[in-house]
């Protein structure tokens, strides 16, 4: 078969993550071994850079270069929210045909592959040579087919020491507090929250997912056991928890307002938080405080996992090597294998566009209110180290006065 000669498109899209650089610096640097490649261009802005021709000549970025911005955080090439539908994916496919470009690859979740699919199919109806690979990124973890997705490992891992720090001034000052965690309809980043923990007394002492059916009532008498126990209740909940109808718990406050894609607004505000801090205060606790993560989970400089850096630029490189050597196109994904390794295999576009996954019933207990063993054992590998943390050991000792 003669070799595929042109350009490599590369973009990215959807949130930033701490480590999709990684992917696209892997992506690059590996296509500019090839010589059928006759340049690599990064889109700016993703797809929104594609149609409007708003490109950098990554053929002439330096290795250093882009090393660095490979250990930064956030999208390099800039993202997009855009969500193609078919006229603007031809768009897409006429600015790859007007620039030779013959392999495009583009990091996102699920939308993204399914803008893959998209432009697949329409080169292929074209009869136009453009091999599409879409590389997997989301903090969400919650992509079809692959055993985790590059980013969520670095956003546990913020998400378990974020937890591990609060449950600290917690201990420190007796209270309930509430941090709703982002991850919309998989439970993931916000049952990364127990990886941190040591101690049996250690918080979150409960976990609300997306997966079980929130009960206020539960949830009220769950938080007052825990207090009565410890005399304090730390608290992980997801911003994409439901009621028994399956109505996200937020539309309390925000009515149900959209986002630019249709979905309900889960994020943005502290609403969800005020709302879960207001049902507690009024059991009569006086100390209570409530934090929306945000942004803070997709970015943070100097709370990257090691492991999910260099998978994250493994699975750029593999996008380019099946692309490049074996004329391929697919999605990326990532297999577990012993305790712990993984390796890598493509599977087809249609299998993860559009698609999403959820927590599985195995990693939630019975009560609906926390993590089980198996959920930590799957997502301990992909945070990497974590600090050490320790408490005074000391005898007591013996009162004179307050007998």
């Not at 768009?91 to 990091?107: E, L, S």
């Not at 911003?239 to 149900?256: K, L, Q, R």
């Amino acid at each position: 078969m003669a070799k595929l000669e042109g350009k490599v498109l590369v973009a990215q899209g959807g949130g930033p993550t701490a480590v999709i650089n990684q992917s696209v610096v892997g992506a690059v640097l590996e296509a500019r071994k090839f010589p059928q490649v006759t340049h690599v261009y990064g889109a700016l802005h993703g797809v929104n850079g594609i149609i409007n021709e708003n490109f950098l000549d990554l053929t002439e970025a330096t290795t250093h270069n882009l090393e660095a911005v490979a250990a930064t955080p956030s999208a390099g090439l800039l993202s997009t929210r855009d969500k193609p539908d078919v006229e603007y994916c031809k768009k897409i496919f006429t600015t790859c045909q007007a620039h030779n470009i013959r392999y495009f690859f583009y990091c996102g979740g699920n939308d993204s592959a399914d803008t893959c699919r998209i432009v697949n199919e329409q080169a292929r109806e074209a009869g136009y040579e453009l091999r599409v690979i879409h590389v997997p990124k989301t903090i969400d973890n919650d992509l079809k087919v692959t055993d985790h997705c590059p980013g969520y490992g670095s956003a546990a891992k913020f998400v378990a020491q974020a937890f591990a720090g609060a449950n600290l001034d917690n201990r420190a000052i007796p209270g309930v507090y509430i941090a709703v965690v982002m991850g919309r309809h998989a439970g993931f980043l916000t049952a990364a929250s127990a990886l941190a923990k040591k101690y049996p007394d250690d918080g979150p002492h409960l976990i609300y997912l997306p997966e079980r059916a929130f009960v206020k009532e539960k949830f009220l008498a769950d938080v007052k056991a825990v207090y009565e126990k410890y005399g304090r209740c730390v608290i992980a909940a997801s911003e994409g928890i439901v009621d028994e109808n399956g109505t996200p718990i937020i539309t309390a406050f925000t009515g149900g307002e959209k986002d630019s894609h249709g979905n309900v607004q889960l994020s943005g505000t502290g609403a969800l938080g005020d709302l879960l801090a207001a049902d507690v205060k009024a059991m009569g606790i006086k100390r209570v405080r409530s934090d929306t993560f945000g942004y803070l989970q997709r970015s943070f400089l100097g709370c990257v996992s090691e492991v999910d850096q260099y998978e994250a630029r493994e699975v750029g490189e593999k996008a380019a090597q099946y692309a490049i050597w074996h004329n391929v196109d697919g999605s990326v994904a990532i297999k577990r294998e012993g305790d712990y390794a993984v390796s890598y295999f493509l599977t087809p576009l249609e299998t993860v566009a559009r698609h999403s996954t959820e927590m599985p019933a195995g990693f939630i207990n019975a009560e609906g209110n926390y993590v089980t063993d198996d959920f930590l054992r799957y997502a301990r590998p992909l945070v990497g180290q974590m600090p050490l943390m320790e408490r005074i050991q000391a005898p007591r000792v013996e009162k004179i006065l307050n007998k």
